[in-house]
C-alpha cells in the first residue's frame, strides 16, 4: 500500500518538476502553447492533469482518510523514517480528507441503498478542490488546457460522429477530462457562467451522468449541486421537459435500432457484396445503435437524483406507480440487454466479414483487374475478323479501342486509389456509351462481355474503398469501457435470458468480446510507451473479464443441476431396477414408462442447457483464450462442489449421541451421495464431460480440503484457506461456520468426533475377535466392519483415509500433552525419586536384592502418575484400534475393486522388504536399497 501513496506523490512530483523545466525553457524547442497546439501534445497534457485527479479520487473513494492515516503511522513505525525519504509528503497528500463513501461524494454511487440526494450530496467543506490543491498545479497549465478541452475536438471523433446529435457522444472523452480538470480550477465551476455555460453547451447538453473512469460514473445533478456557475448551466440540461423529451426519444429508439440490427443479421444478408455497397449505411445503424445504448445504460443505471431517475428508468408495470403514471415508459432493461446482444453480434459478424475484405483487398483487385482486362482483349480479336467461327466483319477502330482499354485496366494503380477510382468511372461510362454501336448492339455475347466488365470495374472500385478506418470507426462505436461497473446490473438479466432460451448463449460470446474493448483505454498509453507493465495490466483486466464471463455462464450449471435434483429422485425413489427374469404379463408394469418418460425429458433439458454453450467457439478475451466447453466443466465442478460440500455439511449433524442416529446419518449421507454420482454418470454423455473422473477429482478435493482446515487446530503454523493447495479460486470450496458448542471446524472432526463417542473405552467393550465394540451391559454390537462399510459408502475411500489422518493428529496432539504434563510433574516431585531408585538398580549388569520391597514401594511412590498414565494409554488404544480397522477396511476394499493393483503394489512392497530384510542379515554382500529410489521416497 505505501508503495501505491508513494507511487501517485512521485507522479505529481514529475508532473510538477516537467511544467517548471517547460516554463524555464529547459526545452529549448517547446512551450507550453506549442505543446497544447501539437496533436498529441494537447492529449498527452490534459491526460496527465486528469489521470492524476482520477487517482485522488479512486483513493479517497477506494481507501477511507482515517485508514490510509493509520496505515502510514503503522508503516512508519516498521521501517523507520530514515528508509521513508518522502514519508513527510506522501502524508500530506494521504491525509484524511473527511469525505465518507457511505454518506456523501461526487455524485458516483458507492452502494446502492444510498439513493437519497440529499443525504448523498452531504460532503466536506471545499471537497475536492483543496484535496486536489494540496500539491498545486500552476494555474495558467490548468487554464490553458481546460481552454483547449473547451473549443478543441481533441481526439478528432467529428469524423466518427458527424451527426450534431451524436455530439455529446463524440466529445465523452473531454467532458470525462472536464468533469476532473475543473476540480482544480474552482473558481470556474463557482463563478465563471460564461464558461460552464459553453461546457455544459457542448459536452453535456442532452446527458447529465457520465463515466469518470473504467465503470466509475457521476451524477452531474448532484456533483456539481454546490457550484453556482455549474449548477446553473446544467440546468437546461436536467429540465422536466427536457429529459421527458430524450427519454422519450432514446426509449424510441431502442426497439427501431433492435428492428434494424435485427434485419442485417437475417441469414444471408451481411455478404460481401452487401456490405461493400452499404458500408455507410452499417457503420450508421452500428453508430446510432451504440449512442442510444449508451445513454440508457448510464442514465437507468447510475442517476443518483431519485426524481431524474424515476423519469429515465423504465416503470415496473406491477408496482403501483407503474399502474397509476399514464406516461411511464413502457419498456425495461431486457429491452437494453437485448440491444446489447444483437448489436455485439451485429459488429461481430460485420468486423469479420471487413477484416476477410480487407485482408484478401489486393488479391481481388488483381483478380477482378486481370478478368476485367482479357474480356477486353477477346473482345479486340473478335472484331478482328480472323478468329475461327465469329462471322463478323472486322473493325479496326473497335479492334484497337479495346485492346487500348484492357491496357488501361491493366495500367489502373492500386496503391493511387483516388486517380484509380476516376479513371474507372470514366472506363464504366465509356462501355456504356459504346453499346449503343450497332456492330456490339446487334451481338448478345459482346454486350454480355461489356456487362461482365462493368461489373469487375464496380467491384473494383468498391475494393478500392475498403479501408481500414471503417474498422476504426467501428471500434470507436463499440467502445463500453463506460460499462465496466454497469453491466454487472445486467447479469440477473442474462440468467433469465438464458434459461429461457439457452441457445442465446451464442450471442454472448459476441458480447464478452464486445466488453473486451475495455481492454484498450487503460492499454492504449502503455502500449506506445513500450512498457514492460503492458502484459501485467492486460492479464489483469482480461482476468477480471474471464470471470464475469464464469459469473454470467455459472446459470448453465445451476440450472442443470435443479434438472439434475429431479434425475436424482427419480433414479433413487422411482425407478426400479429391471430384474433378470420378467414375467410377459407383467413387462408393461416393469417398463415403467411414464417414469422413463419423465427421466427423459428432464435428460434432454439437461442438454438443451449446456447445447448452447458448447456451440461456442474458442475466444480470446483480452489475452487469455476462453474454451467454452472448460468454462461449462469448471461450472459443473463449481456447482458439484457446492452441492455436494452442502450436503456433507447438512448431513452429518450428530445431536442425540446414539449410535442409531449416526447410522440414519451415515445411510441418508450415502443414498445422497450415491444418487449424486449415478445421475452424474448418467448424463456425462449428454453434456460431453467424464462424469465420473470429475466427480472423484472434486470429491478426493473437499475431502482433503476439509481434513487439512481439521487439523489445522493441531497445527501451530497453520494452512489457511487462500494457502490451500486444494482450494481454487475457480472452483472454491464453501466454508461453512462450525455448529455452536462444537469443538470441531467442520463435518469431518464432527464425524471422527462421533465415532470415537460410540467407541468409548468408558462405555463399550472392543473384542479382538469380532472386531467390533459392544455395550457391555446389552450385548449389542456398536460399532463393527458393518459399521465401517456403511462409513465407506457415505464418506468414500478418500473420506476413510481423511478420518484416519485426522486420527493420527490427535493421537500426536495427547501424546505431546501427555509428554509435557508428566515430564512437569516427574521433574517437580520425583527428580529425586527417580535418581535415588536407578542408583539402587544400579549396575544393571547385576540382579539388585530386595526387590518386592523396592519395587513395591516405588510403585506407591508413583501412585499419582497412574491415572494420568493409564487415561492416555486407554485412548491412544481406542484411536490405534480404530485406525486398524480403517486399514483392514481400505486393505479389503483395494482386494476386491482393484484386485491387479493391489497385487502389484503388494508383490513390490515384499519385494523390497525382503531387500532391507537381506542387507540386515547379510551387510557386506547385500546393499540396502539405493535411497534414489522412487520406492523410498517417504
Known amino acids: 500500500f505505501y508503495l501505491l501513496f508513494e507511487s501517485i506523490y512521485k507522479y505529481i512530483k514529475d508532473l510538477r518538476h516537467y511544467l517548471q523545466d517547460l516554463e524555464a525553457g529547459v526545452f529549448i524547442q517547446l512551450t507550453l502553447e506549442i505543446i497544447l497546439i501539437n496533436e498529441h501534445g494537447k492529449q498527452l497534457l490534459a491526460e496527465a492533469l486528469y489521470l492524476y485527479g482520477v487517482m485522488l479520487i479512486l483513493l479517497d473513494t477506494r481507501i477511507e482518510g482515517i485508514v490510509r492515516e493509520r496505515m502510514l503511522i503503522s508503516y512508519l513505525r516498521y521501517k523507520g523514517q530514515t528508509d521513508l525519504p518522502f514519508i513527510d509528503d506522501v502524508c500530506l497528500l494521504c491525509r484524511s480528507t473527511g469525505y465518507n463513501q457511505a454518506t456523501g461524494g461526487l455524485g458516483s454511487i458507492p452502494h446502492p441503498s444510498v439513493l437519497n440526494t440529499k443525504e448523498f450530496a452531504k460532503k466536506p467543506v471545499n471537497y475536492p478542490e483543496e484535496y486536489f490543491a494540496r500539491f498545486p498545479i500552476p494555474s495558467q497549465v490548468i487554464s490553458m488546457v481546460i481552454g483547449r478541452l473547451r473549443s478543441d475536438d481533441v481526439y478528432n471523433m467529428a469524423a466518427a460522429y458527424p451527426l450534431p446529435e451524436h455530439r455529446s457522444t463524440a466529445l465523452a472523452t473531454q467532458a470525462q477530462m472536464l468533469y476532473i480538470i475543473l476540480y482544480f480550477a474552482p473558481d470556474i465551476l463557482n463563478n465563471q457562467h460564461a464558461v460552464m455555460r459553453e461546457i455544459v453547451d457542448k459536452h453535456f447538453p442532452d446527458n447529465w451522468v457520465l463515466s469518470y473512469y473504467l465503470g466509475f460514473t457521476v451524477d452531474l445533478s448532484v456533483a456539481w449541486m454546490n457550484y453556482k456557475a455549474a449548477q446553473m448551466a446544467l440546468a437546461n440540461t436536467i429540465m422536466i421537459q427536457n429529459v421527458q423529451s430524450?427519454?422519450?426519444?432514446?426509449?424510441?429508439?431502442?426497439?427501431?435500432?433492435?428492428?434494424?440490427?435485427?434485419?442485417?443479421?437475417?441469414?444471408?444478408?451481411?455478404?460481401?457484396?452487401?456490405?461493400?455497397?452499404?458500408?455507410?449505411?452499417?457503420?450508421?445503424?452500428?453508430?446510432?445503435?451504440?449512442?442510444?445504448?449508451?445513454?440508457?445504460?448510464?442514465?437507468?443505471?447510475?442517476?443518483?437524483?431519485?426524481?431524474?431517475?424515476?423519469?429515465?428508468?423504465?416503470?415496473?408495470?406491477?408496482?403501483?406507480?407503474?399502474?397509476?403514471?399514464?406516461?411511464?415508459?413502457?419498456?425495461?432493461?431486457?429491452?437494453?440487454?437485448?440491444?446489447?446482444?444483437?448489436?455485439?453480434?451485429?459488429?461481430?459478424?460485420?468486423?469479420?466479414?471487413?477484416?476477410?475484405?480487407?485482408?484478401?483487398?489486393?488479391?481481388?483487385?488483381?483478380?477482378?483487374?486481370?478478368?476485367?482486362?482479357?474480356?477486353?482483349?477477346?473482345?479486340?480479336?473478335?472484331?478482328?475478323?480472323?478468329?475461327?467461327?465469329?462471322r463478323v466483319t472486322k473493325d479496326e477502330h473497335l479492334q484497337n479501342w479495346f485492346i487500348d482499354l484492357g491496357k488501361q485496366i491493366m495500367a489502373l494503380d492500386y496503391s493511387d486509389s483516388t486517380t484509380a477510382?476516376?479513371?474507372?468511372?470514366?472506363?464504366?461510362?465509356?462501355?456504356?456509351?459504346?453499346?449503343?454501336?450497332?456492330?456490339?448492339?446487334?451481338?448478345?455475347?459482346?454486350?454480355?462481355?461489356?456487362?461482365?466488365?462493368?461489373?469487375?470495374?464496380?467491384?473494383?472500385?468498391?475494393?478500392?474503398?475498403?479501408?481500414?478506418?471503417?474498422?476504426?470507426?467501428?471500434?470507436?462505436?463499440?467502445?463500453?469501457?463506460?460499462?465496466?461497473?454497469?453491466?454487472?446490473?445486467?447479469?440477473?438479466?442474462?440468467?433469465?435470458?438464458?434459461?429461457?432460451?439457452?441457445?442465446?448463449?451464442?450471442?454472448?460470446?459476441?458480447?464478452?468480446l464486445k466488453l473486451a474493448s475495455i481492454l484498450d483505454l487503460p492499454l492504449i498509453r502503455i502500449n506506445q510507451a513500450q512498457s514492460p507493465d503492458l502484459i501485467s495490466v492486460s492479464e489483469y483486466y482480461s482476468s477480471e473479464l474471464v470471470q464475469y464471463v464464469r459469473k454470467v455462464l455459472e446459470i448453465v450449471p445451476k440450472s442443470m443441476f435443479i434438472v439434475l435434483k429431479q434425475i436424482i429422485d427419480i433414479q433413487t425413489k422411482q425407478l426400479q431396477e429391471l430384474p433378470t427374469k420378467v414375467e410377459k404379463e407383467k413387462l408393461r408394469e416393469m417398463a415403467q414408462l411414464d417414469i422413463?418418460?419423465?427421466?427423459?425429458?428432464?435428460?434432454?433439458?439437461?442438454?438443451?442447457?449446456?447445447?448452447?454453450?458448447?456451440?461456442?467457439?474458442?475466444?480470446?478475451?483480452?489475452?487469455?483464450?476462453?474454451?467454452?466447453?472448460?468454462?461449462?466443466?469448471?461450472?459443473?465442478?463449481?456447482?458439484?462442489?457446492?452441492?455436494?460440500?452442502?450436503?456433507?455439511?447438512?448431513?452429518?449433524?450428530?445431536?442425540?449421541g446414539k449410535i442409531d442416529e449416526m447410522e440414519i446419518r451415515l445411510k441418508e449421507l450415502s443414498t445422497l451421495l450415491d444418487g449424486f454420482r449415478k445421475s452424474f454418470q448418467y448424463i456425462q454423455d449428454y453434456v460431453n464431460i467424464q462424469g465420473l473422473k470429475i466427480w472423484q477429482e472434486e470429491f478426493s478435493r473437499i475431502v482433503n480440503y476439509y481434513v487439512e482446515q481439521e487439523c489445522?487446530?493441531?497445527?501451530?503454523?497453520?494452512?489457511?484457506?487462500?494457502?490451500?493447495?486444494?482450494?481454487?479460486?475457480?472452483?472454491?470450496?464453501?466454508?461453512?461456520?462450525?455448529?455452536?458448542?462444537s469443538e470441531s471446524v467442520n463435518f469431518i472432526g464432527r464425524l471422527a468426533r462421533e465415532i470415537l463417542a460410540q467407541t468409548s473405552y468408558r462405555s463399550t467393550i472392543f473384542l479382538d475377535q469380532m472386531s467390533a465394540w459392544y455395550d457391555?451391559?446389552?450385548?449389542?454390537?456398536?460399532?463393527?466392519?458393518?459399521?465401517?462399510?456403511?462409513?465407506?459408502?457415505?464418506?468414500?475411500?478418500?473420506?476413510?483415509?481423511?478420518?484416519?489422518?485426522?486420527?493420527?493428529?490427535?493421537?500426536?496432539?495427547?501424546?505431546?500433552?501427555?509428554?509435557?504434563?508428566?515430564?512437569?510433574?516427574?521433574?517437580?516431585?520425583?527428580?529425586?525419586?527417580?535418581?535415588?531408585?536407578?542408583?539402587?538398580?544400579?549396575?544393571?549388569?547385576?540382579?539388585?536384592?530386595?526387590?518386592?520391597?523396592?519395587?513395591a514401594g516405588a510403585v506407591a511412590k508413583a501412585k499419582p502418575l497412574w491415572g494420568t498414565f493409564m487415561e492416555i494409554v486407554v485412548k491412544l488404544g481406542q484411536m490405534q484400534l480404530l485406525r486398524r480397522q480403517i486399514a483392514n477396511l481400505l486393505n479389503f476394499s483395494c482386494k476386491l475393486d482393484s484386485n491387479a493393483l493391489y497385487c502389484a503394489l503388494d508383490t513390490t512392497n515384499m519385494a523390497l522388504i525382503t531387500c532391507i530384510q537381506e542387507h540386515f542379515m547379510n551387510p557386506d554382500t547385500k546393499p540396502y536399497p539405493s535411497e534414489d529410489t522412487a520406492l523410498l521416497s517417504d
Request: glycine share 4%.
Open 246 to 390: 430524450l427519454t422519450t426519444k432514446y426509449w424510441g429508439k431502442v426497439h427501431q435500432s433492435r428492428k434494424d440490427v435485427q434485419g442485417f443479421l437475417v441469414e444471408g444478408v451481411l455478404v460481401e457484396e452487401f456490405i461493400l455497397d452499404n458500408i455507410n449505411k452499417l457503420l450508421s445503424c452500428a453508430r446510432d445503435a451504440n449512442v442510444t445504448l449508451r445513454w440508457l445504460m448510464l442514465h437507468t443505471n447510475a442517476c443518483v437524483t431519485k426524481k431524474l431517475r424515476d423519469m429515465v428508468s423504465p416503470a415496473d408495470p406491477n408496482t403501483d406507480q407503474g399502474k397509476r403514471d399514464p406516461k411511464a415508459v413502457p419498456h425495461s432493461q431486457n429491452d437494453v440487454l437485448a440491444l446489447l446482444l444483437d448489436l455485439a453480434q451485429f459488429e461481430f459478424v460485420l468486423k469479420n466479414i471487413f477484416q476477410a475484405l480487407l485482408d484478401s483487398k489486393q488479391t481481388k483487385w488483381q483478380e477482378y483487374q486481370k478478368q476485367g482486362s482479357e474480356r477486353m482483349t477477346e473482345l479486340g480479336e473478335y472484331f478482328s475478323g480472323t478468329k475461327a467461327l465469329t
Open 421 to 512: 477510382g476516376r479513371k474507372m468511372q470514366q472506363l464504366i461510362q465509356a462501355l456504356e456509351e459504346v453499346e449503343q454501336f450497332h456492330q456490339i448492339e446487334s451481338s448478345l455475347q459482346v454486350k454480355q462481355f461489356l456487362i461482365d466488365t462493368r461489373q469487375f470495374l464496380g467491384k473494383m472500385i468498391r475494393i478500392v474503398n475498403v479501408k481500414e478506418e471503417v474498422l476504426v470507426f467501428l471500434a470507436m462505436f463499440a467502445d463500453i469501457s463506460y460499462a465496466w461497473d454497469i453491466i454487472d446490473n445486467y447479469v440477473e438479466h442474462m440468467h433469465r435470458l438464458i434459461k429461457g432460451d439457452p441457445s442465446c448463449v451464442i450471442k454472448l460470446r459476441s458480447t464478452f
Open 596 to 656: 422413463r418418460y419423465e427421466l427423459a425429458r428432464a435428460t434432454h433439458a439437461v442438454s438443451v442447457f449446456t447445447e448452447g454453450i458448447l456451440a461456442m467457439e474458442t475466444t480470446l478475451v483480452g489475452i487469455i483464450k476462453v474454451d467454452p466447453k472448460q468454462l461449462l466443466e469448471d461450472g459443473i465442478r463449481k456447482e458439484l462442489v457446492e452441492q455436494i460440500a452442502r450436503a456433507m455439511d447438512k448431513t452429518l449433524v450428530f445431536k442425540s
Open 712 to 741: 489445522n487446530s493441531f497445527l501451530k503454523k497453520k494452512t489457511f484457506d487462500w494457502q490451500s493447495n486444494f482450494q481454487s479460486t475457480a472452483i472454491p470450496i464453501p466454508i461453512f461456520p462450525p455448529l455452536q458448542g
Open 776 to 855: 457391555p451391559v446389552s450385548g449389542r454390537e456398536l460399532v463393527g466392519i458393518k459399521t465401517m462399510s456403511l462409513l465407506l459408502r457415505s464418506v468414500g475411500i478418500f473420506g476413510v483415509t481423511g478420518l484416519d489422518k485426522l486420527l493420527c493428529f490427535m493421537i500426536v496432539k495427547d501424546l505431546q500433552s501427555f509428554v509435557s504434563q508428566i515430564r512437569g510433574f516427574v521433574e517437580k516431585s520425583f527428580k529425586a525419586f527417580f535418581a535415588e531408585l536407578q542408583s539402587v538398580l544400579e549396575p544393571t549388569t547385576t540382579i539388585p536384592t530386595n526387590t518386592a520391597k523396592l519395587y
